[in-house]
């Protein structure tokens, strides 16, 4: 079946230690996204790419990298720079205009 | 700047009540409207897609209508269950992107059902 996967579904971040977030879909689709949810702030945009090799910022950029090597992935890096990472991650891809958005299971980050 | 919004933000119903979820929109310029499910802890769940020349769509007990000129959407659940229960969100694809993206949420609106 097509769709989005997201790994690990839990993720324990030391302070001052990078770590990356897995995404990966089979769904052909040219565009990927990445979201931050906390509680009562709905869903905030990280980053965002609709070719491979291309990414551009959303409003919470600081803190994050992406790359995005193959179409099928678009790994996040949330970096020590990020001071506030604990929240639920979700990565979603779409087709074109459109087509509705397709999302994972996400990926739950805490600070210990 | 297009802001989307749910009301209510919280929603408790017997189980068997049909009920309705708001979503309005500020601006009329969109693609298409989305509806999805969130249970706690978990993903976004697609339930029902509307393209701007769309009225409605339907799947199952899931009805959702859209009226693009005054900037509404409503979802209509019938003969609700407890596996209802969940947060509901709206969201609008516009034609543009930028550092939003070109998906806009609402806050969503948080669905109880009692047996």
């Known amino acids: 079946d097509g769709g989005i996967t997201q790994s690990p579904k839990y993720l324990f971040r030391k302070e001052g230690q990078n770590v990356t977030l897995s995404c990966e879909q089979n769904?052909?689709?040219?565009?990927m996204y990445w979201y931050r949810q906390d509680p009562g702030q709905g869903l905030r945009l990280i980053y965002y790419s609709q070719i491979v090799n291309d990414f551009q910022k959303g409003d919470i950029a600081e803190g994050y990298s992406v790359s995005r090597e193959k179409k099928e992935s678009f790994p996040l890096t949330v970096t020590s720079a990020q001071k506030n990472p604990t929240a639920f991650y979700l990565c979603?891809?779409?087709?074109?205009?459109?087509?509705?958005?397709?999302f994972g299971s996400g990926t739950r980050l805490t600070v210990v | 700047k297009q802001e989307v919004t749910q009301i209510p933000a919280a929603l408790s119903v017997p189980e068997g009540e049909n009920l309705v979820l708001n979503c309005s929109f500020t601006d009329s310029a969109i693609y298409n409207l989305q509806w999805f499910r969130q249970d706690p802890g978990k993903g976004l769940t697609s339930l029902l897609l509307i393209q701007s020349s769309q009225r409605e769509q339907t799947s199952g007990r899931l009805n959702a209508s859209l009226d693009k000129s005054s900037g509404r959407s409503t979802l209509y659940i019938a003969a609700s269950q407890p596996g209802d229960s969940a947060t509901y969100l709206c969201?609008?694809?516009?034609?543009?992107?930028?550092?939003?993206?070109?998906?806009?949420f609402g806050k969503g609106t948080k669905l109880s059902v009692k047996p």
């Open positions: 969201a609008v694809r516009l034609p543009y992107g930028g550092s939003q993206g070109n998906l806009i």
């Open positions: 979603a891809s779409s087709w074109d205009g459109r087509d509705g958005y397709t």
């Open positions: 769904l052909n689709h040219d565009a």
